[in-house]
Structures are given as C-alpha cells and as structure tokens.
C-alpha cells in the first residue's frame, strides 16, 4: 500500500505506528509511555539528533527533548507531541492497530501516535540543505491527557526559547487546523457538614450535600454561554444511609472559557463561597486539580497563520482554522506570549473513546503540509 504521490511508503508507516498502538501507555502507566519513548528516542538518534531524556517525577513517563542544534539558546520552531493517552491498561490488547479500508483504528491511533510519528518522518525526509537553516526542537510530552502537570513548566520554558510552536495532535476529519482552544479547569469540591440521626435528632445534623445542592445551583448560574465560560457539576456523591444526615460530599466540576479573566473571576468566586457557605457549620474546600489558560492567536501568531495558509496552497490543501473547545499544551505555550499552533498530525477523530480513527489518506498530505512549512521558516 503506498500514497501515490511522492510514492509515501505508508505500509512503513504503518509497521512504525503498530509498536505505537499496541501497547498500554495511559499517563499512569509510566512503562508504557517510557516504551514509547525508547521507540522515539531510536528514531531521533537514528537521524543525527541529539536527545535528552527528563523524568520529573516518578509517577509519571519520561518526557524527551530532540534536537539538529544541540547547545542552542534560541530555536526557530519548536514541535510539540504527547506519548500517553487516556486508556487504562489492558486496552492495547483488546484494541490493537486494525485497518478497515481508508481508516485505521486503536487507542491513541490518533490522539496521537501519528501525530508524533509523522512529526519524525516529516523531519526525515526533509532536504537537509533546508533544514539546516532551522534549529528545531521536539518535545515529547509524557502526561498531556491529565493537564501536564509535571511536564508544562519544562514545555513552557522550551517555548520561551523558541521563535514559534506547532502542536501534532490530530487534524479534524475535515482538514481543519487549530487557531484557538478553550481554556478548561477541574475542580474538586468537598463538603463537610455533621452527621445526626435523621430521624430523632434532624436539626443536630449539618447535611453536607444540601450545601452541595446549593453549590450546584450558583454554579450554573455562573455559565455566561454568549462568552463561552462554562461550568459542569459532572460527578457527585456523599452521604452513608438514608436515615442519616450526610457529614460529608463532593463535587468534581468542569470549567471551561474563552477569557482568562472570567476564567480567574470564575475561581475567586468559588473561594469565596467556600469562606461563606450556605449552611452556618458547613465547611467547604475547594480543590482547583488542573488548569489550562485558554489559547487565542495575537498578531505575531497570525503571522505564522498566515504562512501555514501559502504553505497549504502551494500543496493543494484547503482547510479552516478552528477554535476548539478542548485543551492542548499548545494552551501553556500560547499564554506564554509564544506564537502557538495546533493540528499538525494527520487527520482524525474520535479522540478517547473505542471508535477513535486515522485518516489514511491524509498521512502524507499532512506531512508535507508541515514540511512545506518548515521549509517557509527556513527562508
């Protein structure tokens, strides 16, 4: 099976993806993801690139760096890409890489395996006499699917370092690239009131998840749909019997946003509710677990729109730029101040859940496209 253009090897491709697939490699499976980075690491230094191997903390994968300009202060472009996905262990088995007709299927097949793959082939095949214009830089993420939580401040300060980021996770199946993403938090949320008899002694008791039903109730009054600032109260429980008042509950909410400033209005005003809850005794945490800045393009993050737009023309590829609802580390490195965009693997959908696909066909249109780019910057 090849692409009939430029003659893309994609049964290659393809045999490279399969270690990719199959095998378990959620974020808290450090051994999966640190197997995916030893499969990583073989290709970069199979090219002449140098790379570096960092392991923040023990709970998580490593995350690997690759470079063409070892010792450099400053890169032109920086490439982005995740190795773990949301899969819990005993999937790979269940669901390895198959191809039915134009689509391929498996966990992570597009979220984003090809994504991180066709970054290395992209940079394979580039004319060296090109690339040896450009500094580049590969970071290779290890704990994405759970907000970076260990790897964003060594992402962050890698973009700081770089002229602009292009983030590989999957291309929509229409074509589209990502311009924006929404900004998102998670929070947890518990209530701790006083247990009492519900039948004998009801008015000794504090229930703690009257608290929480009021909280849900203020949060959804703090959804501004015209903005986009959301908010999903998704996961509740407490209580230990119905003949007892509840002395304990928790709520696991989801925030999404467009504005950071809402986004930072939204979280002082939990904290305020937490210091004056509705029930007088009632003590209340809250828990802010993770947190993206929303991604929104400025002037110097246009320009680089508008050089990916003369590349995708030059190779006959039409596509819109889409603001996403979900996160990405390209939400870290663009509230940076660093010209970040997103989209750059080859098309698919899908994204954590059994019917995630690849676009086949797009493989090798989507390497070029980043190639063709790469070789924009390079002038």
Known sequence: ?????????????????APLINLDCGTRTPAGVATVADIMTEKYEAIGWQVTRHQFAAECGPCLEATNAPGASHYDLMLVGHMD?????GTAAKRPLKIEGNQAFGPGVSDMKSGLLSTWYALKGMDPAVLARL??????????????????????????????VLVAEAARPNGDLISARKGN???????????????????????????????VLAINQQVNLDTGTT?????????????????????????RFWSNDEAAAVHERLIFMANNPFLAGCRVEVDRQSFKPAM????????????????AKEEGISFNWLEAGGGSDANFTA???????????????????????LLLESIAPRIRLLQRVLGKLAR
């Open 296 to 311: 929104r393009p400025g002037g110097d993050t246009e320009a680089v729109m508008a050089l990916v737009e003369a590349a």
């Open 231 to 255: 908010m999903n109260v998704g996961v509740v429980q407490g209580g230990t019997g119905v003949n007892v008042v509840p002395d304990f509950a928790e709520a696991i909410v989801d925030l």
């Open 335 to 357: 509230a940076a101040g660093v010209p970040s965009l997103d989209g750059f693997g080859p098309m698919g959908g899908g994204f954590h859940s059994e019917a995630e696909f």
């Open 85 to 89: 996905t949301v899969f819990p262990e």
């Open 1 to 17: 099976m090849t692409d009939s253009r430029n003659a893309f090897p994609l049964d290659a491709y393809l045999a490279d993806l």
């Open 185 to 215: 938090a998670k929070y947890r949320i518990t209530f701790h009131g006083k247990a009492s008899h519900a039948g004998s002694a009801l008015s000794e008791g504090i229930s703690a998840i009257t608290e929480l039903a009021h909280w």
């Open 135 to 164: 500094k580049v830089l590969v970071c290779c993420n290890c704990d994405e699917e759970i907000g970076s939580p260990w790897s964003k401040e060594w992402l962050v300060e890698k973009a700081k370092q770089s002229g602009c």
